[in-house]
């Protein structure tokens, strides 16, 4: 069974500067996935990573994957306001066996303070 | 593309009744679809995977005569909440999947906010 351990769990950061969260997974996969979600809202994809040493990036936000380490990093660069959300970090498995039904991290909840 | 459809977005209903909440993928065909849960300041639980024509996979602890779903085309997918209580009262997000090379994509949807008063 795939588990999926985020951290930090809130992060309270200003305007402007740099901050990573970071994303352990504790068996083998081959992708990782992003996710944000503002409130009341569903999830929003914001990157698939598919294979060891894949680094994606998106405006301000940076990922990569190492899986042999068994983890992943969302790198936010230069924080602005809009950037305030909850980050999720996502693995294929369950325990059920489902077909990739994904496992997620139990969120980052980050507020950029001006 | 890959657009998926939750309906209702809300939903409030009485302690044991029953709700259905459907799921539709609105420009592709999903051979499967996902239900999550989300509890408020929670992260999301898969609750099970379902494949077009063939009875769900559900997760641990989720009760498959609680929730009944059904995914009778390659387009849609619902969930059947039966005698709903409060602790039921959750955010229920589906995504769906499609076949070939973007296996690995999965599409969500909007969400569906349920109240069991």
């Known amino acids: 069974e795939l588990k999926v351990e985020q951290n930090p769990l809130f992060l309270s950061m200003q305007e402007g500067k740099n901050y990573t969260i970071y994303c352990n997974y504790s068996?083998?996969?081959?992708?990782l996935y992003w996710y944000r979600q503002d409130p009341g809202k569903s999830l929003e994809s914001l990157f698939v990573?598919?294979?060891n040493g894949a680094v994606k990036q998106e405006g301000r936000l940076m990922a990569s994957l190492d899986t042999k380490a068994r983890l992943s990093t969302l790198h936010i660069t230069a924080a602005v306001h809009d950037l305030s959300a909850t980050y999720f970090c996502?693995?294929?498995?369950?325990w059920g066996g489902g077909a990739d039904g994904l496992t997620f991290g139990k969120g980052t909840h980050l507020i950029i303070q001006p | 593309g890959a657009v998926v459809s939750q309906h209702p977005s809300r939903v409030i209903c009485k302690s044991g009744t029953s709700v259905k909440i459907e799921c539709r993928s609105l420009?592709?065909?999903?051979?499967?679809m996902f239900w999550y849960r989300q509890f408020p300041k929670q992260s999301l639980m898969l609750m099970a995977t379902?494949?077009?024509?063939?009875?769900?996979?559900?997760e641990q602890g989720v009760e498959k005569d609680k929730f009944l779903i059904n995914h009778a085309s390659l387009t849609l997918s619902t969930l059947t909440v039966t005698s709903a209580h409060p602790e039921d009262s959750s955010f229920y997000i589906c995504?769906?999947?499609?076949?070939?090379?973007?296996?690995?994509?999965?599409?969500f949807g909007p969400g569906t906010r349920l109240t069991v008063t």
């Open positions: 068996t083998t996969s081959d992708r």
């Open positions: 420009d592709f065909q999903a051979t499967t």
């Open positions: 379902s494949n077009e024509g063939s009875k769900a996979t559900y």
């Open positions: 990573l598919l294979s």
């Open positions: 995504s769906a999947r499609r076949g070939g090379t973007a296996y690995y994509e999965q599409y």
């Open positions: 996502a693995g294929p498995g369950s």
